[in-house]
């Protein structure tokens, strides 16, 4: 026989733990595009700086010592920060399903117990 009192609570449950999930998602998104957002600014001003910096020398060779310089730097920088970043994604995926580790855990036992028995 159904019983509304526990599909009442699984539905509760399910809910609270797709918020919990979602939650996570927002704070995780969220971190990540202030993260893309500081350094696509610093990009940016570094890349000012160095046409100032480009615009004072007197020789091609300081130009191009001073324009390898920047791209070499400018590399290392956006590797370093997509690393960060896939970092952080695989952190937010984490999180994200973390809310669904019990349930999930409870469902496969369950189902265990029921082939079991069968």
Same mark, same amino acid.
């Given at each position: 026989?159904f019983n509304?009192?526990?599909?009442?609570k699984? $539905?509760k449950? &399910?809910?609270d733990v797709?918020v +919990?999930?979602? $939650? &996570?998602?927002?704070?995780?998104?969220? &971190?990540?595009?202030?993260?893309?957002a500081d350094?696509s600014?610093?990009?940016?001003?570094?890349?000012?700086a160095?046409?100032?910096?480009?615009t $004072?020398?007197?020789?091609?060779e300081?130009a191009f010592?001073?324009?390898?310089?920047f791209? +070499?730097?400018?590399y290392?920088?956006?590797v370093?920060?997509?690393?960060?970043?896939?970092?952080?994604?695989?952190?937010?995926a984490?999180?994200a399903?973390k809310?669904?580790e019990a349930?999930?855990a409870?469902?496969?036992?369950?189902? +265990?117990?029921a &082939?079991?028995?069968?």
């Amino acid at each position: 026989m159904f019983n509304f009192d526990d599909a009442n609570k699984k $539905s509760k449950e &399910a809910i609270d733990v797709a918020v +919990k999930s979602y $939650s &996570a998602w927002t704070k995780g998104l969220q &971190a990540i595009a202030t993260e893309a957002a500081d350094f696509s600014k610093k990009s940016f001003e570094d890349s000012v700086a160095h046409v100032e910096k480009l615009t $004072s020398v007197k020789s091609v060779e300081a130009a191009f010592e001073l324009q390898t310089n920047f791209v +070499k730097s400018s590399y290392e920088g956006f590797v370093a920060e997509a690393t960060k970043i896939g970092e952080m994604y695989a952190d937010l995926a984490k999180d994200a399903y973390k809310p669904y580790e019990a349930p999930v855990a409870k469902a496969t036992a369950a189902v +265990k117990a029921a &082939a079991a028995a069968a």
